[in-house]
């Protein structure tokens, strides 16, 4: 008996010579070149298909689009494209990973478990936010860390928005467009945006920049009714009357479960070898987002992706598994 229930548990650890964790661009370039290599990738695609490029509108500086592209279709493409070459695209989230053998072990949704020759990581990042109660409470209630997903919600409204980099200002004026004015609340004298994004954002005349200002606290019971502000110079405060809460304040790497595995800097970002993919796990590759924290653009990712499948080719080539 004890041996017949040994014998089930290994039939059920599946083996893959290339294992890409995450869907984003990273992940799919790594896959359109491990499958064009016949290296057999299987995809396991995380609990955001397509990552962050799903939940952003027309993406503007990706070389071969001179249109622009909706993020969205985009991720479809990348998708389309892996699959043809044979990319086994699955859903399903990585929950636990065991780096010590020559083998890697990977664990999908605490149950399924995979043993890789190579591991391809493109887990990107995920949005921050503030960490007011008030926030989690409301969130998904009139917060939201998207306004393309959500901004259509509050068509006609008053709506606030945290944050002043690129991200910030593009959701601003995007929101702008839709909403009857947008409280923009800068925490800094200055915004952290490209000068093209900032004009953009101070030429809507229905976007009202606060500089120096900070939100307390959203107000609201079941749905977002207000936002409690104050000045960090002078202390004063003041409430805006707002029915959504946009926060764009950066993003995360998606990077928890490498935590003791891999080496990270203090923010999570995983750190690589110098103009190469690899980690310091021989097999284990990072690429995109989740090792990126300064140009964290789509096509880098997907250059890093494609470093990453190159790299791993290679690895299993030198141990003889291709
Ligand atoms: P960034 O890290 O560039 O900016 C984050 C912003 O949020 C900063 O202005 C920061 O303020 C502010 N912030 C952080 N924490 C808080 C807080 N607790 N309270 C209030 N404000 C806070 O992130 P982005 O997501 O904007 O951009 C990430 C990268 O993606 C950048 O490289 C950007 O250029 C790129 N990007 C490019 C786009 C494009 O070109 N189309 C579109 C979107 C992003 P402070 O400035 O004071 O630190």
């Known amino acids: 008996m004890a041996d017949e229930n040994k014998s089930n548990h290994t039939e059920e650890v599946e083996h893959v010579k290339c294992l890409i964790i995450g869907s984003g661009p990273a992940g799919y370039t790594a896959a359109i070149y491990a499958a064009r290599a016949d290296m057999s990738p299987v995809m396991y695609q995380g ?23 909706n ?13 043809r070459f044979g990319t086994d695209v699955r859903f399903g989230m ?15 949704d605490d149950k399924k478990e995979i043993t890789a020759d190579s591991v391809i ?17 409301l969130n998904g209630f009139g917060v939201s860390a998207c306004a393309v997903c959500d901004g259509f919600f509050y068509k006609g409204q008053d709506v606030a928005i945290v944050g002043a980099g690129d991200t910030a200002a593009e959701e601003a004026t995007y929101l702008s ?18 000068n093209i994004m900032q ?9 009202e920049v606060m500089y120096n200002t900070e939100a307390k606290e959203v107000l609201g019971d079941k749905a977002v009714e207000g936002v ?3 000045n960090n110079q002078s202390g004063e405060e003041q409430t805006l009357d707002i029915t959504g809460f946009f926060v764009a304040i950066g993003h995360k790497p998606n990077t928890d479960i490498f935590k003791g595995w891999l080496d990270m800097d203090e923010v999570g970002y995983l750190k690589v070898q110098a103009g190469t993919s690899k980690t310091k796990i021989p097999g284990v590759f990072a690429s995109g987002d989740a090792a990126d924290k300064v140009y964290r653009q ?24 291709h």
């Open 47 to 69: 609990l955001q298909p397509g990552g962050q490029l799903t939940i952003t509108n027309d993406v503007e500086n990706y070389p071969g689009y001179p249109d622009g592209i």
């Open 177 to 194: 467009k839709l909403c009857n004015k947008v409280f923009m609340l800068v925490r800094r004298d200055e915004f952290r945006a490209s």
């Open 121 to 137: 990581i493109s887990t990107g990042a995920s949005a921050k936010w503030l960490g007011l109660e008030s926030e989690q409470r």
């Open 298 to 321: 789509a096509v880098t990712a997907a250059g890093t992706g494609c470093m990453a499948a190159l790299d791993a080719e290679r690895y299993l080539t030198e141990i003889g598994k």
């Open 71 to 83: 993020g969205p279709e985009m991720m479809i493409d990348f998708q389309k494209q892996a699959e």
């Open 94 to 108: 990585v929950t636990k990973v065991d780096f010590t053998g020559p083998v890697h072990k990977v664990w999908v």
């Open 228 to 230: 409690r502000v104050f």
């Open 199 to 207: 004009q953009r954002v101070l030429e809507a005349p229905n976007i």
